[in-house]
């Protein structure tokens, strides 16, 4: 079936360092590509999204890049800051649903 | 701006019991999804519910699980006979159209069963 994998599961990095995340997806037939942010007790919020007519996105301190030969996409955040730190999912359509990736913890030291 | 809402936001219950966790989705999006994420874990898929009819489970979603939409607003999901691995996170969420759309996320239901 569907799987979308993520790595690092954990990442922990200097305030104003870049952060990279990465993650790979199985159904080809995918052309969706959102990222969450899911701070602690709270609902999983959309940061960023990307479609596959494109191979990169940014938003100010955040950027997606795709690439859709190898079916892997990734998350990059530049100048971090401590209200960065959360964990974020990646995620991927499969059938009727969405696929989330296992997230990764950020850890953004002040 | 348009959000999706779920109550309650906590339910506490005993082994056994049947719980309803209630939702509406944003008003013009047309499927509707419950995930579920158990404490420090992913976000797991459940169902996805389109056209009054479910149209993708997922292996968790068992029949001790239903989902109804029982007016033009609700989107509701039944656990019956609860456990208390089933003690976790439920979102509800809802997109615009199918596949390759963005969800969209309730403040979701924590759920302890006791």
């Known amino acids: 079936g569907e799987n979308v994998e993520q790595h690092p599961s954990t990442l922990s990095v200097q305030e104003g360092d870049s952060a990279v995340i990465k993650c790979t997806y199985s159904?080809?037939?995918?052309?969706?590509f959102p990222w969450y942010k899911q701070e602690l007790g709270k609902r999983p919020q959309l940061i960023i999204d990307?479609?596959?007519?494109?191979g990169e996105k940014k938003d100010q301190r955040i950027a997606v890049t795709l690439n859709k030969t190898a079916k892997h996409f990734s998350l990059h955040i530049t100048e971090t800051q401590p209200e960065d730190s959360a964990v974020y999912f990646c995620?991927?359509?499969?059938?009727?649903?969405?696929?989330f990736g296992a997230g990764t913890r950020l850890f953004v030291k002040a | 701006e348009p959000e999706v809402t779920q109550t309650p936001s906590h339910q506490v219950t005993q082994m056994g019991q049947e719980v309803i966790l209630r939702c509406v989705p944003i008003?013009?999006?047309?499927?509707f999804y419950w995930y579920r994420q158990i404490l420090g874990q992913k976000v797991e898929f459940l169902v996805s519910?389109?056209?009054?009819?479910?149209?993708?489970k997922s292996e968790i979603f068992d029949d001790q699980f239903s989902v109804e939409r029982p007016d033009g607003s609700n989107f509701t999901l039944k656990i019956r006979s609860t456990k208390l691995e089933d003690s976790a996170m439920y979102f509800c969420?809802?997109?615009?159209?199918?596949?390759?759309?963005?969800?969209?996320f309730g403040e979701g239901s924590w759920l302890t069963v006791v």
């Open positions: 969420a809802s997109s615009e159209t199918g596949r390759r759309n963005t969800i969209y």
């Open positions: 159904d080809s037939a995918s052309n969706y």
């Open positions: 990307i479609r596959s007519n494109v």
């Open positions: 995620a991927a359509p499969g059938g009727f649903k969405t696929i």
């Open positions: 008003s013009n999006h047309l499927y």
């Open positions: 519910f389109y056209n009054n009819e479910i149209s993708e």
